[in-house]
């Protein structure tokens, strides 16, 4: 058997006893004698025949290359490759940047300010890590899935650009983040008397509107995407008046004593 590069790539097909018989019969009358047919065709097994050649190879590649992301100017791999080194290194050394950065901001802050902090910041990176563990392994499949389902209905091969491809993989997580940091700010406004807890039950319908608006604006343009992020916003949105409800801030009017 030839072990040489002829036989580096090979591909198996499946063929009727019958059907190979016929070819070589036709191919070469004398040599391959007619057969007679088969006296039950149901019960005839196909034929697995290996098959060889360097092209295969080269179609092997075409196929790889059709699934992987392209690039359209000469830079643009190596600053991809920076952004993601950047952002990486910036994920590994988040405990230490925000240690850095609370050092600074604790230096200015009363106690009582502090310990509204140290409270209330768990919970922001709580609500930001839900909010982009929800977006990897809840939105991305459903988002993917839609968008390149459209490349099949209307016949066209998608080529993604790795730039472009990196970019949506890191903002639409940070989105999400962000988005459901939406308690928190409720509380806030709360707390420096804009709003009350019975104008966030009473503006309900206004605030589902606002909610639909902004998933829209910070999700790509297609109805999934916002669907996935509208939704836990509006159980977020109950979930700040739950805690805006304990121990409501008072106004100054509200606190005054009776004359």
Known sequence: IDTGKTFDR?????????????????????????????????????????????EFQQLESVIVRQSQAVTLNVQE??????????IAGLLISSPWVFRELWLFVAAGLYPHERKYIYIYLPMSLLLFS??????????????????????????VQPQIRLSEW??????LPVMF??????PLIMLFLERISVFEVIDYREKRRMAILVIAFLS???????PMSMLLMMFPLI?????????????????KVEGLDPV
């Open 166 to 171: 990196i970019s949506f993989a890191v903002m």
């Open 10 to 54: 090979t591909i198996q097909i499946s063929i009727m006893p019958s059907e190979l018989a016929a070819a070589l019969h036709k191919y070469d009358p004398k040599g391959y004698p007619e057969l007679k047919a088969a006296s039950d065709a149901a019960k005839e097994k196909p034929l697995t025949i290996r098959i060889a050649a360097p």
């Open 130 to 155: 839900g909010g982009a563990v929800f977006c990897f392994y809840a939105v991305f499949p459903f988002v993917l899935k839609f968008l390149l389902s459209f490349n099949a209905m209307l016949e």
């Open 177 to 182: 983040g962000v988005s459901f940091q939406l």
């Open 235 to 251: 159980v977020l949105y109950e979930f700040g008046i739950i805690l805006c409800g304990f121990n409501p801030h008072k106004s």
């Open 77 to 86: 791999a190596f600053l991809t490759y920076i952004k993601v080194a950047f």
């Open 216 to 222: 829209m604006m910070l999700t790509p343009a297609d």
